[in-house]
T-cell receptor, first 113, second 115 residues
Framework: GEDVEQSLFLSVREGDSSVINCTYTDSSSTYLYWYKQEPGAGLQLLTYIFSNMDMKQDQRLTVLLNKKDKHLSLRIADTQTGDSAIYFC?????????????FGTGTRLQVTL | GAGVSQSPSNKVTEKGKDVELRCDPISGHTALYWYRQSLGQGLEFLIYFQGNSAPDKSGLPSDRFSAERTGGSVSTLTIQRTQQEDSAVYLC?????????????FGSGTRLTVV
């Protein structure tokens, strides 16, 4: 199956860490991605992780991958008001359409003062 | 161009009319994708182009939807006899196929409202 699930909403206070979670069902996923969508804009690629990695860090962003549980998370350290957006996880699956991505429903992150 | 350009950015149409949505991908990107984002929903895959051919049209919701790509560049998504349930943001993305694992580059989308 190609279902990717995320919680719909997360609220954090400015300066705290945010953790956005995602579960996927296809164990053959090769790459997993996090995209950010600001209001009225398209999706912006934030980071990606190859399926043979457990963790990837990029400045304030940390991606954790648990292949056994098919669980992906995005941690944003020192969350700022500019981080308020919808965050989508996505997976790419080999075979068929070579590069088709399957997206989750998105998690709306609200950062409060 | 520098990014993926979509036009129009907003379109309001009457039920039953046909609409055309345009996508101008990043120059040199051979792969082009159309997705649909409905209110409160994730992204729904519609169609994928490699060059001018469409190896995967599996996401087109009905035969009222069609898409073409010419010259390996601009693509148009056409919706005939629009229905209210077609209201959504239609997103286009492009990539170098060889670099697909770095993800797509998305346009800002066309917000379609069918009244």
């Amino acid at each position: 199956g190609e279902d990717v699930e995320q919680s719909l909403f997360l609220s954090v206070r400015e300066g705290d860490s945010s953790v956005i979670n995602c579960t996927y069902t296809d164990s053959s996923s090769t790459y997993l991605y996090w995209y950010k969508q600001e209001p009225g804009a398209g999706l912006q690629l934030l980071t990606y992780i190859f399926s043979n990695m457990d963790m990837k860090q990029d400045q304030r962003l940390t991606v954790l991958l648990n292949k056994k549980d098919k669980h992906l998370s995005l941690r944003i350290a020192d969350t700022q008001t500019g981080d308020s957006a919808i965050y989508f996880c996505a997976e790419s699956i080999p075979g068929g359409t070579a590069s088709k991505l399957t997206f989750g429903t998105g998690t709306r992150l609200q950062v409060t003062l | 161009g520098a990014g993926v350009s979509q036009s129009p950015s907003n379109k309001v149409t009457e039920k039953g009319k046909d609409v055309e949505l345009r996508c101008d991908p990043i120059s040199g990107h051979t792969a082009l994708y159309w997705y649909r984002q409905s209110l409160g929903q994730g992204l729904e895959f519609l169609i994928y182009f490699q060059g001018n051919s469409a190896p995967d049209k599996s996401g087109l919701p009905s035969d009222r939807f069609s898409a073409e790509r010419t010259g390996g560049s601009v693509s148009t998504l056409t919706i005939q006899r629009t229905q209210q349930e077609d209201s959504a943001v239609y997103l286009c993305a492009s990539s170098f196929v060889s670099q697909v694992n770095y993800g797509y580059t998305f346009g800002s989308g066309t917000r379609l409202t069918v009244v």
